[in-house]
């Protein structure tokens, strides 16, 4: 008991800490450690619940990671209606709505009006009970919106505990949006793994939340900003100025470029002020929101059937600008996306000089009828990604060219591949300098082939140098030329030496998931391992063969067959094998009485395990012989049922699996353990 409780003392330490380094990071904008001592902290308490699962607590922030994939979403009845504002689309219609404050309050220039930066995100309702999160929901139609509680927790920036210690239940309305910067690269990676882009970061935050599957929604940057409080009387707060001061006092996240203007022309100056310096904003700001900050006099001004008469939102014009298109251009990606790229003349958008806009793949030139030397319409979609809008055709002199994708990678000149079901072209080619750098990396990676001292710099090195020219090549390096190598030096070239040889003996899923196979990560990587014995027999599966395995899609796998029909793919693997580099599965399995205890079983773990973590306890039954999955199917041999068992509960009674809870695994497996021992 001593133990538990002085865990429980310690864990509460922890989260005092890491929640005030959030406040600190998220509302204070002024973070006291570098981002490496938050995650030990929080790799702290994780260690410190997973062994003490009894002082884990609702509002831990080890609690963020999304949970059980959801059904769909349950409705919700807003506590009260969550509004739109009217907008304003230009300055004359913001002149009608001081003219109507004026004419309902009897004044017009000593009205005081709060001015706050629209957000472009999706509103969310958030409720706490206590002081602790307990309920999040989208707008929805105004009156019912849909339960996102558990995405929801998956924001960093939602504090799951205030910092105001408050009885009873506390409402607040806020906006879930997502930073450019985070936008960008995920439209990236959308792009590099064939899906298409967000249009802007309303569609990805809107998105990402919405998504069935919390840990899609966690993978995510969300961030978000509250701007209301639901019966701010309660708290002393009478008006929108007090009510933003309260909700960053509690812990809330609250978007500092707000201010207080007395009168009309006070607010015109804030938006124009704010018309150009919104651009260097590290997210996208489309407006300005309006609001009278006496709340006294939101009762006299009352509401529309829809909106409030005591704000509106003003928006600034898109803005859009004509070019030319010079060229096009094809980048290839990390995973060997080929991607076309308008080359523009030089136009101002959006406070930058734009001269190139993407153009995505072949299908969206062919659907805008792009052509090379077509005058355009451009903007930023989002305010932040140049895009063509359309084509004037009438501009069109015939010289026009028509753009067709290349058959052959531009960088290696290997043949490029349309996958089913997707829209980019590719080059499978893994030998590709474009890349090679890249995968070079994620070969040497913990999760691949483990080799220390590989890092970013000397594989630039090694490249610039021609030292390596593919994967294989890491096992042919000449000591004497990385001797001479900048600041390496004979030690360093030793140590990187010996962890190369150390890294030929690593288990096979290792080094499918180093191979780079597009799709394939650790944990599908290991699945395979475990069906087929090494690379030769991979090479021969077809692609029903390899999608026939639970948790491995047709797209994975049609991404698996493709690899290892690229003849400079199988060169490599040549070399690989040659160099020694353990190519088949170890089999070696703990002997029980009875052979393996759970050999040629699927199995599935659901629930909080108490005796040991899942993932010990999925690596006991890979030693006897079995294997896990994530999923229920009519192939799962054995559920085992931790407390608080999830929808594979349900699953596995209606697909007839057989159910166990832990205690009884635990003696399953306890004659096994102890003749380990």
Known sequence: MKGIEEARKKAFRLREEISDHNYRYYVLDDPEIEDSEYDRLLKELQRLEEKYPDIVTPDSPTRRVGGLPLDGFEKVK??????????????????????????????????????????????????????????????????????????????????????????????????????????????????EEGEAPFANPRNAAAGSLRQLDPSITSSRPLALFVYHLLNPDRYNCFTQDSILSWLKEAGFPVQQQNRLCKGPDEVFGFIEEWRENRHDLPYVTDGVVVKVND??????????????????????????????????????????????????????????????????????IERKDVRIGDTVRVRKAGEIIPEIIKVDRKSR?????????????????????????????????????????????HF?????????????KLVEKLIETDMVEDLGDIFYLDRKRLVQMDRMGEKSADNLLASIERSKDRPFENLLTALGIRMTGAKAAETIAATFPGIDELKKASVEEISSLEGIGEKIAVSIHAFFR??????????????????????????????????????????????????????????????????????????????????KYSKAEQEGVRIIDEGAFLEMVRPYVEQEK
């Open 444 to 456: 040497a990676s913990r999760q691949g082939m483990d080799i220390r001292g590989l890092g970013e």
């Open 566 to 647: 690229e003849e400079t793919n199988l060169k490599v693997l040549k070399k690989l094998a040659e160099a020694g580099v353990k190519m088949e599965a170890d089999r070696n399995e703990i002997a029980g009485p009875s052979g393996t205890l759970f050999d040629n079983m699927r199995v599935v773990f659901t629930g909080e395990m108490s005796a040991m973590t899942r993932q010990e306890a999925e690596e006991l039954v890979k030693g006897l012989g079995g294997r896990t999955s994530s999923s229920v199917s009519s192939r799962t041999s054995l559920l085992v049922a931790g407390d608080n068992p999830g929808s």
């Open 78 to 191: 807003h506590a009260e209606p969550m509004l739109s504002l009217d907008n304003a689309l230009d300055l004359k219609e913001l002149e009608s709505f001081f003219s109507r404050v004026s004419r309902i309050l009897g004044s017009a220039d000593d009205i005081e009006y709060e001015c706050e930066l629209k957000i472009d995100g999706l509103a969310v309702s958030l409720t706490y009970g206590d002081s602790a999160f307990v309920l999040g929901a989208t707008r929805g139609n105004g009156r019912i919106g849909e339960d996102v509680t558990v995405n929801l927790r998956t924001v960093r920036s939602l504090p799951l505990k205030l910092r105001k210690s408050i009885e009873g239940s506390i409402v607040v309305r806020g906006e879930i949006y997502m930073k450019k910067e985070d936008f960008a690269s995920l439209n990236r990676k959308r792009e």
């Open 295 to 364: 709340r006294s006099l939101w009762d006299r001004l009352g509401f529309t059937a829809r909106s409030p008469r005591w704000a509106i939102a003003f928006k600034y014009p898109p803005e859009e600008k004509r070019s030319k298109v010079l060229d096009i251009m094809i980048s290839v990606g990390r995973t060997g996306t080929l991607t076309p790229t308008a080359i523009l003349e030089p136009v101002q958008l959006s406070g930058t000089v734009v001269k190139r806009a993407s153009l995505h793949n072949q299908d969206e």
């Open 397 to 441: 002199s015939g010289k026009e060219r028509i753009f067709s994708m290349p058959k052959r990678c531009p960088e290696c000149g290997s043949e490029v591949v349309k996958l089913p079901g997707e829209v980019a072209v590719r080059c499978i080619n893994s030998s590709c300098p474009a890349q090679l750098r890249e995968g070079l990396i």
